[in-house]
Antibody, heavy 118, light 108 residues
Framework: EVQLVESGGGLIQPGGSLRLSCEASGLIVSDNYMTWVRQAPGKGLEWVSIIYAGGTTYYANPVKGRFAISIDRSKNTVSLHMDSLRAEDTAVYYC????????????WGQGTLVTVSS | SYVLTQPPSVSVAPGQTATISCEGHNIESKSVQWYQQKSDQAPVLVVYDDSDRPSGIPERFSGSNSGNTATLTISRVEAGDEADFYCQVWDTTSDHYVFGAGTKVTVL
């Protein structure tokens, strides 16, 4: 069974940095397309970033230049490093994956809440 | 950037059929996915590649895609189907993934 477990969320001041981690079991993260999706309180889903199996990365425009996605093969985890955080980055951040060659996300982790506030 | 438009809400009586639309320019040329998100839970994939169902998803959930509209149909609606539903595509021109704003399905 594939499982994704996020961690690292919390309360952070505007302008600060935070690193989210997603530990995977039942799959090898470097063999999949790993994605972060966020959901602001009371709002819909917003795609944030993806890292493909070959290492290519893409970012949504609101986070480009501030967020960085990476993989740690030794720990089988995917991370999202977030800099210059803003109030509008406040959200639950979900880790999910696509199998190679597919465009859908399954399964999803339970999410980790990031709150950017002074 | 590519935009997906969903109705904010749909109401349906138990046992009836709920239909949720997802509009996008020439969406029929794209692979459309649907996710169900119940209150305070993570999203769950219910339809992928327009009309396929993951294992464990009831046959009551079906999808179609034609022209500028993709549709998720929930037959014989049950109280447990109440949730927010999101459509999603991959925008090849930007290499970005796009979600619709979501449709809240209320079972009367």
């Amino acid at each position: 069974e594939v499982q994704l477990v996020e961690s690292g969320g919390g309360l952070i001041q505007p302008g600060g940095s935070l690193r989210l981690s997603c530990e995977a079991s039942g799959l090898i993260v470097s063999d999949n397309y790993m994605t972060w999706v966020r959901q602001a309180p009371g709002k819909g889903l917003e795609w944030v970033s993806i890292i493909y199996a070959g290492g290519t990365t893409y970012y949504a425009n609101p986070v480009k230049g501030r967020f960085a996605i990476s993989i740690d093969r030794s720990k089988n985890t995917v991370s999202l490093h977030m800099d210059s955080l803003r109030a509008e980055d406040t959200a639950v951040y979900y880790c999910t994956r696509s199998s190679r060659g597919t465009n859908w996300f399954d399964p999803w982790g339970q999410g980790t809440l990031v709150t950017v506030s002074s | 950037s590519y935009v997906l438009t969903q109705p904010p809400s749909v109401s349906v009586a138990p046992g009836q059929t709920a239909t949720i639309s997802c509009e996008g320019h020439n969406i029929e040329s794209k692979s459309v996915q649907w996710y169900q998100q119940k209150s305070d839970q993570a999203p769950v994939l219910v339809v992928y590649d327009d009309s396929d169902r993951p294992s464990g998803i009831p046959e009551r959930f079906s999808g179609s895609n034609s022209g500028n509209t993709a549709t998720l149909t929930i037959s014989r609606v049950e109280a447990g189907d109440e949730a927010d539903f999101y459509c999603q595509v991959w925008d090849t021109t930007s290499d970005h993934y796009v979600f619709g704003a979501g449709t809240k399905v209320t079972v009367l």
